[in-house]
Each structure stands twice: as structure tokens, then as C-alpha cells.
């Protein structure tokens, strides 16, 4: 399985069962799933006081929608959004479906949007505090065991300043103002920006798995590669938007 939810089909309910995926996977972190309602792209941006966290909370795939996946998470809720979303389903009742078929659903926490910018945020009853979402036109923002609601609120406010900006850099913003306003009530450890177009190809996929101010190290190579001698963003975006971009004949030599 990778992060376009592509995966070898099996039973919906055995893909849920069992301990893998049962209360013992915790995901303390707050997030972002996202579209850009110029150029269709979809994005997930989380940071959280965890390993890794870009390895199992961003899901996207190019077209039908974007999914985070945390608390006490359970991954295969990605795909299974993702492969309702692409049957038709909206944001919610793709939500509604795959947490019907998980028994933990009340300690899982969503943030859904479709490739149309309808979006839906989930928090289960047992999430851990303070924990809650927000949602609006192409936006999902949600986060648990957060210094306050302020995190979000913060996150909300800063994806609307940023409307002029490109996905990428508007959810790094994103981030960075849920950080300022206290994100994960435990501390720092991981971040990732994640945004696909039109192709398997991704615009952006850049992670910070280990790192004592996980955000701002994010920020950093971001904008290595936004300020690149060789134009690495203009090519990300020219090749995920694009399958014949890498044959253009002036980008090679004589």
C-alpha cells in the first residue's frame, strides 16, 4: 500500500481487525488535508510529538481526494476513503462507511477532502483531549492531545491568510502557525507536507521524521527546494501535472 491508497484489495472488515491496527498505534498530532481550488492539487501537512508521522497519516490521490488518518490510528482508513471517494462517495458518508466497518472507530480521528474541495473532519468520542477538528470549503483540519483548541484555530486561520499561495508553501504555513499557537501538548518530533496533481507523481513529499523542532526544519527544505538553482519546485509541479513533462526536448542538452 502507498500514499495514493493503492493496495491489494482484501475483505473490508479483515483489513480493519485484528491488533495492528487496534488502540495500541497512538498518533497524537495535529493536521491538514487540503485542495487547491486553482490547480486541483490535493495535500496533507501533519507535525506530531511521534516517529515518522508522514509515514501513516497522509493518503492522497490525484483526482479524488486527500486523507489523514491519526489518534489511536488505524491506516487502512486512508485507502478505504479514498476508494469510496473515487465510487462517488462524499466526504462524509466516505467516512460514515469505513468507520462503520472499524470497531475502534470512536478513538480514530479524520480529516477528509475530495477532489471537488468538499470536506469533512472526524473526531471520535475517545480521542484524547484537548482533540477537535474544524472544516470548510477544500480544507479539513483536526488534531488530539493539543495544548488547546487554539492549535486549530490558529491552522484555520492561517490557511485563509494564505489563499494566494501554492498548496505546498500554504500548508507548510498551515503548520507552522499550529505550532506557534502550541500544537502537540507533548512535544516535537515529526513533520511532513505531502501534495499530489494529476499524475503518480508527487508535487511535494517531504518529511522530517526525527528532528527537535520538526516544523521549522520542514520549513527549511522547503524552501531549498522552492529557491533551487534548478527550478526543483517548477519541475515537481511540471512532472505531477504532466505525464509527458519529462519528455520536453529543451530540458535536455544538444
Given at each position: 500500500m502507498?500514499?495514493t491508497g493503492?493496495h491489494?484489495q ?8 485484528g491488533n495492528?491496527?487496534?488502540r495500541?498505534a497512538?498518533?497524537a ?5 487540503a485542495?487547491d ?5 490535493l495535500g496533507?501537512?501533519?507535525s506530531?510529538?511521534?516517529l515518522?508521522?508522514?509515514n501513516?497519516?497522509?493518503f492522497v490521490?490525484?483526482r479524488v481526494?486527500a486523507?489523514?488518518t491519526?489518534a489511536?490510528v ?5 485507502p ?12 462524509d458518508e ?6 462503520g466497518?472499524d470497531?475502534y ?6 480529516n477528509?477532502v475530495?477532489a471537488e474541495?468538499?470536506?469533512f473532519?472526524?473526531?471520535g468520542?475517545?480521542t484524547?483531549?484537548w482533540c ?21 484555530a ?9 489563499r494566494?499561495a501554492n498548496l505546498?508553501?500554504?500548508?507548510v504555513?498551515?503548520l507552522?502557525?499550529g505550532q506557534g499557537?502550541?500544537g502537540d501538548?507533548?512535544?516535537?518530533q515529526?513533520a511532513?507536507?505531502?501534495?499530489m496533481c ?5 508535487y ?6 526525527d528532528?527537535?523542532?520538526p ?6 527544505i522547503y524552501e531549498?527546494a522552492a ?5 526543483d519546485l517548477e519541475f515537481y509541479a511540471?512532472?505531477s501535472?504532466?505525464?509527458?513533462a519529462?519528455e520536453?526536448?529543451?530540458?535536455y542538452?544538444?
Amino acid at each position: 500500500m502507498d500514499r495514493t491508497g493503492r493496495h491489494e484489495q482484501q475483505p473490508a472488515r479483515s483489513a480493519y481487525g485484528g491488533n495492528a491496527v487496534g488502540r495500541g498505534a497512538r498518533l497524537a498530532t495535529f493536521s491538514i488535508a487540503a485542495r487547491d481550488p486553482v490547480t486541483g492539487m490535493l495535500g496533507v501537512a501533519v507535525s506530531s510529538k511521534a516517529l515518522a508521522a508522514g509515514n501513516i497519516c497522509p493518503f492522497v490521490r490525484p483526482r479524488v481526494g486527500a486523507v489523514a488518518t491519526q489518534a489511536w490510528v488505524n491506516p487502512f482508513l486512508g485507502p478505504r476513503i479514498l476508494d469510496l471517494l473515487e465510487g462517488g462517495a462524499a466526504p462524509d458518508e466516505a467516512a460514515a462507511t469505513a468507520l462503520g466497518e472499524d470497531r475502534y472507530a470512536a478513538y480514530r480521528q479524520l480529516n477528509v477532502v475530495d477532489a471537488e474541495g468538499r470536506s469533512f473532519s472526524y473526531t471520535g468520542e475517545h480521542t484524547d483531549p484537548w482533540c477537535g477538528g474544524r472544516s470548510g470549503a477544500g480544507y479539513a483540519i483536526a488534531g488530539n492531545i493539543l495544548v488547546s483548541e487554539a492549535t486549530v484555530a490558529a491552522m484555520e486561520r492561517a490557511f485563509h491568510d494564505a489563499r494566494a499561495a501554492n498548496l505546498g508553501e500554504r500548508l507548510v504555513a498551515v503548520l507552522e502557525a499550529g505550532q506557534g499557537a502550541g500544537g502537540d501538548a507533548r512535544g516535537r518530533q515529526s513533520a511532513a507536507v505531502y501534495v499530489m496533481c494529476r499524475t503518480v507523481v508527487p508535487y511535494l513529499d517531504l518529511r522530517v521524521d526525527d528532528h527537535p523542532d520538526p516544523v521549522a526544519e520542514l520549513r527549511r527544505i522547503y524552501e531549498v527546494a522552492a529557491s533551487g538553482e534548478d527550478g526543483d519546485l517548477e519541475f515537481y509541479a511540471r512532472v505531477s501535472c504532466d505525464v509527458h513533462a519529462s519528455e520536453d526536448p529543451d530540458d535536455y542538452p544538444e
